[in-house]
């Protein structure tokens, strides 16, 4: 499609996101979904004497031997704290699905021209899709892992077996350059398809089957303005991500500076933790917003792609 016009989606969305804050909820709910997030607090350090941190001392050591003992004798314990933890994994996963469909349709009632969108009433228009669009996103993920993951594990598996983990590691490392190569536009063709076949599940109520081939069309059908939209949107949104995220980054730094007092007091440590803490909630809200935003503009996107016409899009009232 030779007239898409970039500017006026771009800027579309931010009005409406800005005049429908609601949409900042379903953003935040969103968020949830996307892969990624933030590295652990592990460290490697280790002191020549336990008697030289202040925490990491024998109290430390004899409570993680106490706590392993418990453990070994009470290995329900570790099954509980798995199943829990799948289980909270999978109601933010589930919130992230809802919140990527609640944006869909907030942003379809935005281009109406309502005055007010209602967030009870989004949330419960968005429940009839819930199950076909998390069945995609769940099959799509089970087909790259099966794709991509398996492999490289059996490969690592006999690399290992026929060579040693040391020369196991170099070949892997060698054999990770071109499937990087490929990974990284397999990933941005299967991030945008299925934007657009989430879409089409939403505004035209279509199956998991039919949305993904409406999705595949319409990328198809109009390859340079979805690649550019994804350019846009993807090195925009990072940066935007990493600007939102750099004072997680500055916490760090006094941890970094103090590395070499830490033996004596971990001060700097507990500084970087409290400040994380509190900055983590502006942070999700951010991210929130940053991710309503890139939403709303991939439904726009694919209600000007699928109407070229620029006609007033129809919501479909999903059956019951």
Not at 91 to 115: D, H, N, P, Q, S
Not at 195 to 200: D, L
Not at 240 to 265: D, F, N, Q
Not at 279 to 301: D, E, R
Request: aromatic share 10%; proline share 4%; glycine share 10%.
């Amino acid at each position: 499609m030779n007239n898409f016009n970039f500017g006026e989606v771009l800027t579309k969305a931010w009005q409406h996101i800005w005049k429908h804050k609601v949409l900042w909820i379903f953003g935040i709910f969103a968020g949830f979904a996307r892969g990624g997030g933030g590295g652990s607090g592990n460290s490697n350090y280790s002191p020549g004497s336990n008697e030289d941190m202040p925490f990491f001392g024998r109290q430390a050591e004899r409570a993680l031997e106490q706590a392993g003992a418990y453990l070994q004798d009470h290995w329900w314990v570790i099954l509980l704290a798995i199943a829990a933890l799948a289980l909270i994994g999978f109601i933010f996963y589930a919130l992230g699905i809802i919140g990527r469909i609640g944006i869909i349709k907030g942003t379809a009632l935005a281009e109406t021209g309502v005055e007010r969108i209602v967030f009870a009433e989004v949330w419960s228009e968005s429940l009839p899709y819930f199950g076909r669009v998390f069945g995609i996103n769940f099959l799509i993920g089970l087909a790259i892992f099966a794709v991509v993951f398996i492999p490289i594990i059996l490969l690592a598996a006999l690399a290992v077996g026929a060579a040693g983990p040391m020369a196991a590691s170099a070949g892997l490392l060698l054999c990770f350059v071109p499937i990087l190569c490929l990974l990284v536009p397999i990933g941005w063709v299967i991030t945008v398809v299925v934007e657009q076949a989430q879409a089409a599940i939403v505004l035209e109520d279509l199956s998991m089957t039919d949305g993904l081939k409406r999705g595949w069309q319409i990328a198809k059908s109009n390859a340079a303005p979805i690649l550019i939209m994804a350019l846009i949107l993807g090195i925009g949104g990072g940066i935007a991500g990493a600007i939102v995220s750099l004072p997680l980054i500055l916490a760090a730094v006094p941890v970094i500076l103090g590395m070499g007092t830490l033996r004596e007091s971990l001060t700097p440590l507990y500084f970087a933790l409290a400040c994380c803490a509190v900055y983590m909630p502006i942070l999700i809200f951010l991210n929130g917003v940053l991710t309503a935003y890139i939403q709303s503009a991939w439904a726009l996107t694919y209600m000007r792609l699928a109407q070229p016409k620029a006609e007033a899009p129809v919501i479909i009232e999903a059956n019951a």
